[in-house]
């Protein structure tokens, strides 16, 4: 409300109070301190209602203007995403599979609808910092050196300054730039640790490392549903945010997420063994 509106509102009131309190002198002359008493109760009651009534149309203009705020910052992530060229890896196979566990995850840990939609859409864009890596050093097909992994690791940073150029879009990059980073603070790019890490970022980094231990690599071999589950666990504290991590375990061992659902036994024995070092 602007400062002319709340103006306005208090002389309104000021002018019905003035109003009210010469009526009730009149009725306490004509009818009675009752009577008078009655119909002051009556008035503020109605005053109330009225001042509900208002703060609830408020409230579902406030909310109305949310949800079309929401629609237009999902319609720009998708324009972003065709302008960087992403349409293609929002296709990918792996960012299906990635987006369908971050969705699961989300909800096992009760994460607000907000910060769920921010994990989303950091999926799609969390190496669009690449783009400013040297191709020299994406294309490599061999092991890389020191110097070519101080360039790789450049790309949270890029990204971060990428998406940070547009207002709305803060939270979203910030989880870029920490998707990278690790639990115990040995991350890159800024080393930071446990819960300075937005939770965004905690979780993508759990199932970005499943995903990619899970799916086809040129450099190594791509391991089961149990072997990445088995590191995930045992990196649980260190490279992982144990509560993620734990949350991960339970939605596997209720079948929430099609791959090693028939590994019950093995996933509670592991989920037992993690509880008790945590």
């Known amino acids: 409300m602007t400062k002319n509106g709340r103006l306005h509102r208090i002389l309104i009131l000021s002018g019905a109070s003035l109003a009210t309190a010469l ?39 406030v909310k109305a203007q949310l949800e079309a705020s929401r629609a237009n910052t999902d319609a720009i992530f998708e324009r972003l995403c065709g302008a960087l060229g992403m349409r293609d890896t929002v ?8 987006s369908w566990l971050a969705s699961i995850l989300v909800r096992q840990m009760r994460v607000p609808t907000e910060q769920a939609a921010i994990v989303d859409q950091a999926a799609a864009l969390r ?8 191709e020299s050093v994406l294309l490599k097909e061999e092991d890389f050196t020191e110097q070519d992994w101080r360039e790789m690791k450049r790309h949270p940073e890029i990204g971060y300054r ?17 998707h990278h980073e690790r639990y115990d603070g040995q991350g890159y790019p800024r080393g930071v640790s446990g819960e300075k890490i937005p939770i965004g970022a905690r979780i993508l980094s759990v199932l970005d490392a499943y995903v990619a231990m ?3 690599r040129p450099y190594r071999k791509t ?12 990196q649980a504290g260190t490279q992982f945010d144990p509560v993620v991590v734990r949350a991960l375990a ?24 993690v509880a008790s070092e945590v």
């Open 91 to 98: 296709r990918d196979r792996e960012l299906e599979r990635l």
């Open 250 to 273: 339970e939605a596997e061992r209720r079948g929430l997420f099609g791959e090693g659902r028939e590994n019950v036994s093995a996933i509670e024995e592991r989920e037992a063994r």
């Open 23 to 61: 009526a009730l002198s009149l009725i306490a002359m004509v009818a009675g301190k009752t009577t008078a008493i009655i119909v002051l109760v009556v008035i503020m009651w109605l005053s109330v209602w009225r001042i509900v009534g208002n703060n609830r149309k408020e409230a579902a203009s």
């Open 162 to 178: 990428m998406l940070s150029e547009v207002s709305f879009f803060r939270e979203l990059a910030e989880v870029v730039r920490c």
């Open 127 to 134: 190496d669009v910092g690449k783009r400013g890596v040297a």
């Open 214 to 216: 899970t799916s086809e």
């Open 223 to 234: 391991r089961t549903h149990e072997d990445a589950m088995q590191e995930i666990l045992r």
